[in-house]
């Protein structure tokens, strides 16, 4: 897989899908989804004669006949990992973030520091009742030995994207504290609000009374604040985006989200992990156990649960594969609605409910697992084909011990 870095050259616009009304925030945009990077991918493949021009009688007709144009099925199937928040300094360095992990927690002690808190499945007494699917565990927090604790401090906001070195050091049972993650992290991505008017067609002048806003992400360089006016200068490090695909791409300018706003399209060196993975396989295998983060949203057919699972008894079998598992316990934050607008068949795609980016599924091994099942989980894992191809469901794997 290849890696493209998307440099802004104006604020970026990506909607929520709310109604579209006159006053707009922070609440109204939305990181961007994992097709919105396929679509730029694949339109820059299209534009540069890598894929092939799919024909304009395709708009409006029904999806289950665009479907079957050859030159639509080749577009589709090309496959894109991403999007992901990176900070970069050049080509060469560039760091990858991924939405804080929902097995973590950030609490307020009694000297008013802000303490990182681990959650992890644990058993509850029988005398505790619970609305959980039966077989799964209730997730808890619990202190550095694995051991249930009890927090009385009161939970706070802070740092929303966490460094995805961090991530993984967090999943395989690092002791981390807020500190560290709050100097390698990203508390959020600085948001824009733009006032507009409305034009008359006629007298290219503004109507009265019509103005509207737009929430934009500004991912430009910024200013390091400091009390001496003549010492402030900018931070040689920004903010942008990478996706992931297979597609050999030429450096080129784009429009990556609402409005057109221009970005630069450009290939970097960087990569998702760098971790052994005959190393990360001996792990689980010998801890009879593993869990999933998944850093870009995903979508399965039975809502929370993926295909694979029964819902009865909480067994199933990894994709593509016969290793057999039980999933033990889920930590997920709210759904998260997925919709866009479909530029082939010109019509907006219909909204779907996915597993928000950040959360983490626990499952126990029954079989022993082999390489090449653990190279899938490392791809895509919506239930969809086509959701896979578009990097929804892209995961961190770690080992994990149940005993």
């Known amino acids: 897989m290849k890696s493209y870095l998307i440099e802004s050259l104006a604020p970026l616009v990506f909607r929520s899908g709310k109604p579209f009304g006159s006053v707009m925030s922070a609440q109204d945009m939305i990181f961007p989804l994992p097709s919105a990077g396929a679509g730029l991918i694949r339109y820059m493949g299209i534009t540069q004669s890598k894929l092939p021009q799919v024909h304009n009688d395709l708009r409006n007709t029904k999806v289950d006949i665009a479907l079957q144009d050859v030159e639509y099925q080749c577009v589709l199937a090309t496959k894109s990992y991403g999007v992901y928040l990176a900070k970069y300094r050049s080509a060469d360095d560039v760091k990858l973030y991924a939405p804080k992990p929902a097995n973590s927690l950030y609490v307020e002690n009694d000297e008013g520091e802000i303490d990182l808190i681990r959650l992890s499945p644990l058993a509850i007494e029988e005398t505790c009742g619970s609305d959980l699917p039966t077989h799964l565990l209730y997730v808890q927090t619990v202190d550095k030995d694995g051991k249930p604790q009890v927090i009385k401090g009161k939970p706070k906001s802070g740092v929303n994207y966490w460094l995805l070195e961090d991530v993984v050091k967090w999943q395989k049972g690092d002791d981390l504290s807020y500190e560290q993650i709050s100097k390698n992290g990203i508390a959020s991505i600085p948001t824009e609000i733009r006032t507009h008017v409305a034009i008359d067609d006629e007298s290219l002048g503004s109507q009265a009374g019509k103005l509207f806003q737009t929430a934009s992400y500004d991912l430009g360089y910024k200013l390091n604040e400091s009390q001496n006016i003549a010492e402030r200068s900018f931070d040689d490090e920004r903010l942008g985006f990478v996706v992931l695909s297979e597609q050999d791409l030429a450096d080129d300018l784009a429009t990556f989200g609402g409005e057109r706003r221009l970005s630069h399209f450009k290939s970097v060196s960087t990569s998702l992990s760098a971790?052994?993975?005959?190393?990360?396989?001996?792990?689980?295998?010998?801890?009879?156990?593993?869990?999933?983060?998944?850093?870009?949203?995903?979508?399965?057919?039975?809502?929370?649960?993926?295909?694979?699972?029964?819902?009865?008894?909480?067994?199933?079998?990894?994709?593509?594969?016969?290793?057999?598992?039980?999933?033990?316990?889920?930590?997920?934050?709210?759904?998260?609605?997925v919709s866009g607008w479909d530029s082939l068949l010109w019509q907006p795609k219909a909204m779907r409910k996915a597993v928000s980016a950040g959360s983490v599924y626990w499952f126990e091994l029954i079989d022993e697992m082999d390489l090449a099942t653990l190279q899938r989980l490392q791809q895509p894992l919506a239930d969809d084909g086509y959701d896979q191809n578009d990097g929804f469901g892209m995961a961190i794997v770690a080992p994990h011990s149940f005993n």
């Not at 979508?299 to 593509?320: E, H």
């Open 275 to 337: 971790e052994n993975n005959q190393t990360l396989l001996d792990g689980i295998n010998k801890q009879h156990g593993f869990s999933l983060t998944f850093i870009t949203p995903c979508i399965f057919a039975q809502g929370y649960l993926p295909a694979w699972i029964d819902k009865d008894s909480m067994t199933g079998t990894l994709p593509n594969s016969q290793v057999k598992v039980r999933l033990k316990a889920v930590a997920s934050e709210r759904w998260q609605a």
